[in-house]
């Protein structure tokens, strides 16, 4: 660029001295002016030749070609400073366009990084014909260019731009996803034909095709399965696990073979969604879930939410204390921040599976999400009211839980619109100061009081404490909530904290105020 713009202006100066040289060449060999009117102008032999003429008339001749000459040359002279003009301004723009350069590798860029500018890009289509003629939408971190040339103003008005595009990219990270962010599902299917029931609600709720694609990844090689997903057609992309093969297990883990093999096929599936797919992010369901009408709304509003806070790593549509007596069915839009890793129709980032995909585990994944080494203190959203139940009691878990919490799980009926909804308060400054002054400012009761209920006016909020394990466990199976604990965290608890209903009343079984860590010696 510097070698250009100098050529350019080595070239104008040469302009400038050859045209005065060609100048001072033509008006020293220019030839006699005839007189006006007489042999046409000055031609050779002509009778008068310049200040040959006599007397007045001749003087008079002789005064109007010198004003001709002159005008002339004040024409050409004109000409002459335009073109300089055109040099010095090119010369200008050159110097400040090194300038520009300097700038841009030092204090600009500095300014554009600290303000940490996301803009969206185009990503590779996802499969077949499930997205022909969409474009996927990536948050990356990149810089806006400059233009080649730009005055001052212009420069300055750029890094306005910019600067009002990172506050418009902060109000995004706290409200709406943009419409064009492609959101995919992935069901997880093995041998249950019933996979129908999940995939004909997803597609009946799902809004667009293009915008939420179904990809169905199947271990197993079980064919009647296969038969039920293929016959969906173009509505989802079947993908098959290739490796069906018997893992080796200690002796005493040979009753677990089904662990190690979901294991594998999550391992296998997510990496198709992230690294062959291309996706910056998949909702996970498994082939024995059925899905509320919002669900689509559900993850596609919480999806910037989960982008800009670091402290969270996932969003799930489940409720594990979720039972139809233990939630407010009056509010079905309140959402929590959780420590406890929910699953069961959950929300991942390409960033968190990159960090997660190295060290997967071998077997029973799901608690190794919720140990302190993967979790590192960070949190999931999760509703009130569930977006998810699940009909299959059949499984590697032999049905554990199932006949007694989870077959009584309510799925929410009622359409939430959340993406109209500010959604900043689960960002976690503003969530724990407000959450743990609610909790720990509520009237501290007995168990007692809560199951006799008498004494008590209102209908709560109200604060039941624990401080140990056995207490916690107590407390918990008495109230009606799961008493499991995973590396010391309890199902659906924040900062200690469980949140449900007790026969109408809001209840928040606590620890002491003061809480600092999870002992994961209470598991």
């Known amino acids: 660029m510097v070698r250009k713009k100098g050529s350019v202006i080595l070239c104008g100066a040469f302009l400038f001295v050859a045209w005065n040289a060609l100048l001072l060449l033509y008006l020293w060999g220019r030839p006699p002016i005839g007189r006006l009117g007489e042999g046409g102008g000055a031609e050779p032999g002509g009778k008068e030749e310049w200040g040959m003429s006599k007397g007045k008339e001749g003087q008079i001749n002789l005064a109007g070609e010198v004003i001709r000459l002159a005008e002339e040359v ?7 400073k335009k073109l300089l003009k055109q040099i010095e301004s090119h010369r200008a723009v050159w110097a400040r366009q090194k300038d520009v350069g300097k700038r841009d590798d030092t204090d600009d860029t500095k300014e554009v990084k600290e303000e940490v500018v996301h803009w969206p890009s185009k990503p590779p289509l996802l499969l077949k014909d499930s997205l ?12 806006k260019p400059i ?39 992935l069901v997880i299917a093995c041998d249950r034909v019933t996979v129908k029931r999940s995939l004909d609600r997803l597609i009946q709720y799902r809004p ?15 064919a009647d399965t296969a038969r039920v997903i293929g016959s969906y057609g173009d509505q989802v992309t079947h993908i098959s696990q290739p490796d069906l093969s018997d893992i080796r297990v200690r002796p ?105 995909e190295p060290k997967w585990p071998l077997a029973f994944w799901d608690d190794w999400m919720r140990q302190p080494e993967q979790r590192k203190d960070r949190s999931c959203i999760r509703p009130e ?31 939430v619109p959340f993406t109209k909804q500010n959604l900043s308060y689960l960002l976690k400054e503003k969530y724990d100061e ?10 501290l009761v007995k168990i007692e009081e809560l199951q006799q209920g008498g004494n008590l006016r209102g209908p709560g909020p109200y604060r039941v404490q624990y401080s140990s394990r ?21 199902r659906t608890g924040y900062r200690g904290i469980v949140s449900f209903l007790y026969r109408g009343r809001r209840v928040f079984l606590a620890p002491p105020e003061g809480w600092m860590q999870y002992d994961i010696s209470w598991s």
């Not at 004040?74 to 002459?80: A, H, P, R, V």
């Not at 797919?277 to 998949?282: A, L, R």
């Not at 407000?434 to 009237?443: A, G, R, T």
Request: charged share 25%.
């Open 74 to 80: 004040e024409i050409q002279l004109e000409t002459q």
């Open 252 to 356: 005493e883990h040979r009753k677990f073979q089904g662990y190690y093999k979901i294991a594998r096929h999550y391992r296998w599936a997510l990496n198709q969604v992230f690294n062959t797919f291309s996706q910056s992010t998949v909702v996970i369901v498994e082939d024995d879930l059925e899905v509320a009408p919002d669900f689509f709304e559900y993850f596609r509003a919480l999806y910037p939410i989960l982008r800009s806070d670091p402290t969270l790593w996932c969003v799930s549509a489940w409720n594990d204390n979720g039972r139809d007596a233990l939630v407010d069915p009056s509010k079905a839009e309140l959402l929590y921040r959780t420590d406890f890793f929910p699953g069961l129709g959950w929300m991942l980032l390409k960033e968190m599976w990159d960090e997660l």
């Open 132 to 143: 022909d003629d969409r474009a996927q939408t990536e948050v990356q971190h990149t810089k």
């Open 208 to 222: 667009s095709s293009q915008l939420y694609p179904i990809i169905v990844s199947q271990d197993c090689g079980h």
């Open 385 to 415: 009211i569930s977006r998810t139940i699940t009909f299959g009691r059949k499984g590697v878990s032999l049905g554990q839980f199932f006949d007694q919490y989870l077959r009584y799980i309510k799925l929410n009926t009622q359409f």
């Open 147 to 185: 233009p080649a040339v730009a005055p001052d103003s212009q420069l300055q008005h750029k890094f306005i731009e910019i600067k009002e595009e990172v506050v418009e990219n902060n109000k995004l990270a706290t409200s709406v996803a943009s419409p064009e962010v492609i959101i995919p599902i």
């Open 434 to 443: 407000k959450f743990i002054k609610e909790v720990y400012s509520v009237p």
């Open 470 to 490: 056995d207490s916690f466990k107590v407390f918990a199976r008495n109230l009606g909530v799961m008493d499991d604990l995973k590396s010391g965290v309890p």
